[in-house]
């Protein structure tokens, strides 16, 4: 909390957080809680009349390339509503936070996929969401893994499914899927337990 916020003047004389709401919420907290003054006012960065575009930039330098990286799967939401709700052309967002395009646009993938199936799923059972999971649906969508799923008859939403339900244990024993699902002993194993046990037979035969 020692890092200045980042604030922009809008037109109307208010002024609007553009990097740091966790931080000014703290302030906020410790103000309401302690009623110290020195909880009243906050180091900020204050700029004035920043386009939108400027306030993207600031917004992926400080999460996405620089020192107080998001998670995965925020950085996937917040690519998602640049991409949508924003309209930004690709180009323009692998201007701004490098990469290339395919994995820009894998990251998106992934995280839509998590919102229709996964939260669907998970909503629907009571479990918790857990952004954690990004990965595994990463690994998930490459197309050869994918495959492999609806080889054996399964929509590729079950794959969410077995996720909450605790079959994927781990990110790294995606790619082995196709392995898995091609040995009915391994499939059989997955289905009951996980991936772990399943690799176990697939390593045996």
Same mark, same amino acid.
């Given at each position: 909390?020692?890092?200045p916020?980042?604030v922009n003047?809008?037109?109307?004389g208010t @002024?609007?957080?553009?990097?740091?709401n966790?931080?000014l919420?703290?302030?906020?907290?410790f103000y309401?809680?302690t009623?110290?003054?020195?909880?009243?006012?906050?180091?900020a960065m204050v700029?004035?009349?920043?386009t939108p575009?400027e306030?993207?930039?600031i917004r992926?330098?400080?999460?996405l390339?620089?020192p107080?990286e998001?998670?995965? @799967?925020?950085k +996937?939401?917040?690519l998602?509503?640049l991409?949508?709700l924003?309209? /930004?052309? /690709?180009d323009?967002?692998v201007d701004?936070?490098?990469g290339?395009?395919?994995e820009i646009?894998?990251?998106?993938d992934? @995280?839509?996929y /998590?919102?229709?199936?996964y939260?669907?799923?998970?909503?629907k059972?009571?479990?918790?969401?857990e952004?954690?999971s990004?990965?595994?649906?990463?690994?998930?969508?490459t197309p050869?893994?994918r495959?492999s799923?609806t080889?054996?008859?399964?929509?590729?939403?079950?794959?969410?499914e077995?996720? +909450?339900?605790?079959?994927?244990d781990k +990110?790294?024993?995606v790619?082995?899927l196709?392995?898995? /699902?091609?040995?009915?002993?391994?499939?059989t194993?997955?289905?009951?337990?996980n991936?772990?046990? +399943?690799?176990k037979v697939v390593?045996?035969a």
């Amino acid at each position: 909390i020692i890092h200045p916020i980042i604030v922009n003047l809008e037109p109307d004389g208010t @002024y609007v957080a553009i990097e740091g709401n966790t931080r000014l919420y703290i302030y906020k907290e410790f103000y309401t809680e302690t009623g110290d003054s020195i909880w009243s006012r906050i180091p900020a960065m204050v700029y004035h009349g920043l386009t939108p575009l400027e306030k993207h930039e600031i917004r992926l330098q400080s999460h996405l390339v620089g020192p107080r990286e998001w998670d995965p @799967y925020s950085k +996937a939401k917040y690519l998602w509503e640049l991409s949508t709700l924003e309209h /930004m052309p /690709m180009d323009q967002l692998v201007d701004l936070c490098g990469g290339r395009k395919t994995e820009i646009r894998k990251s998106i993938d992934t @995280y839509v996929y /998590m919102e229709d199936h996964y939260r669907t799923y998970v909503d629907k059972h009571g479990y918790d969401f857990e952004p954690r999971s990004f990965s595994k649906f990463q690994e998930f969508l490459t197309p050869v893994v994918r495959r492999s799923i609806t080889r054996q008859g399964f929509d590729e939403s079950k794959f969410a499914e077995w996720v +909450a339900e605790g079959n994927v244990d781990k +990110a790294l024993g995606v790619r082995e899927l196709p392995d898995i /699902m091609a040995n009915p002993e391994a499939r059989t194993v997955f289905l009951k337990k996980n991936l772990s046990e +399943a690799e176990k037979v697939v390593n045996a035969a």
